[in-house]
């Protein structure tokens, strides 16, 4: 009932940026927290970034100052702004969302299938 959609992954140089989205659509009644991880291989998945439906932000510290999470709620879309990019933030990045749908009143979490980024040069 519920799809994640995300895009914008890719190949970029050390430094360079990308902009990662995630569009959500199905029978949607409301969107809580939304958020960004990342799977590297041989590593866990991780928490990159989170934001709540009213927009307060939580970034991983490994990314404070070089990565921005934002949503637009008339889109059900959230995004991830990637700015000085390094090696080591290759990886696999999903979306996950809570979300409450049609017909149900308890929210779950669903994720999308993950858009990969590789850094290199």
């Known amino acids: 009932q519920v799809q994640l959609v995300e895009s914008g992954g890719g190949l970029v140089q050390p430094g360079g940026s990308l902009r990662l989205s995630c569009a959500a659509s199905?029978?949607?009644?409301?969107?809580?927290?939304m958020g960004w991880y990342r799977q590297a291989p041989g590593q866990e998945r991780e928490l990159v970034a989170g934001i709540t439906s009213g927009g307060s932000t939580n970034h991983a510290d490994s990314v404070k100052g070089r990565f921005t999470i934002s949503r637009d709620n008339a889109k059900n879309t959230v995004y991830l702004q990637m700015n000085s990019l390094k090696p080591e933030d290759t990886a696999v990045y999903y979306c996950?969302?809570?979300?409450?749908?049609?017909?149900?009143?308890?929210?779950?979490?669903?994720w999308g299938q993950g858009t990969l980024v590789t850094v290199s040069s």
């Open positions: 199905g029978s949607i009644i409301s969107i809580n927290a």
């Open positions: 996950n969302a809570d979300v409450t749908f049609f017909p149900f009143r308890s929210s779950r979490e669903f």
